[in-house]
């Protein structure tokens, strides 16, 4: 998706948005939980349609706004013996050990071996790379469990791709791959099965129609509650 920075201005408030276009039929309004706006919205929609749509959610954006500003922040993440970082859902403590380059979760620890345990840099080397393998392992689990489930649809197992995302969960092709965003290796398992079933359901229907979500309803009957919970990262 092709995107570009705007602003805003209406009394008093600032609001800094990414436009995106895309293959969509209907504008679509994203507060990330890093406090980002995005606008989604069909290729053939004008910046004018776009912030016109704006204008309209403009209350409910700066409520959704004070909500986050009054969240409690999460402490900044150190790269050091015993910090602790999320893992599927819940924060654990890293334990650096010196040793062959590898990892494992044990003991409700994050248990790491690399050559320069004392070296913040390499120590966050380290976990990116152990989260990729988790995920790598996690993902294709979960993709096999939500695909089987749905196995009457008649969806061939999808490919499974890894990458990082700034702004989606996931993505998927027409050519039947599903691409998963690593930070979701972060996530509770309910919230990486919601991604992987949003996924699946685009690959019955490729847009976000009322077809789409009788899709999801049909799949997932509680997906909406677990998008609030990705969404609020927790």
Not at 145 to 169: D, F, K, Q, T, V
Request: glycine share 8%.
């Amino acid at each position: 998706m092709s995107g570009d920075t705007r602003t805003l201005r209406r009394d008093g408030h600032r609001i800094d948005y990414t436009l995106r276009r895309s293959r969509r039929r209907s504008i679509g309004l994203y507060l990330h939980p890093d406090g980002r706006v995005e606008l989604r919205a069909p290729m053939q929609c004008s910046a004018a349609e776009a912030e016109g749509f704006l204008l309209k959610k403009l209350d409910w954006l700066l409520g959704k706004q004070a909500e986050l500003q009054a969240r409690p922040r999460p402490e900044p993440l150190r790269f050091e013996n015993g910090a602790r970082h999320p893992y599927l859902g819940e924060r654990y403590p890293l334990r650096a050990r010196l040793g062959p380059k590898g990892g494992e979760f044990t003991g409700g620890a994050i248990v790491l071996r690399l050559r320069r345990p004392d070296d913040p840099a390499a120590l966050r080397e380290a976990l990116h790379a152990w989260y990729r393998q988790q995920a790598r392992q996690v993902f294709a689990e979960r993709l096999a469990a939500c695909h089987g489930a749905l196995a009457h649809w008649g969806i061939p197992l999808p490919e499974l791709g890894l990458r990082w995302m700034r702004s989606r969960w996931g993505s998927c092709s027409s050519r039947g791959r599903v691409n998963l965003n690593l930070e979701l290796i972060k996530q509770p398992l309910a919230c990486i099965d919601y991604v992987i079933v949003h996924e699946l359901c685009h690959l019955r229907e490729f847009n976000h129609s009322p077809r789409f979500y009788a899709l999801m309803d049909e799949a997932l009957p509680d997906w909406r509650e677990r998008k609030a919970r990705l969404a609020a990262g927790t």
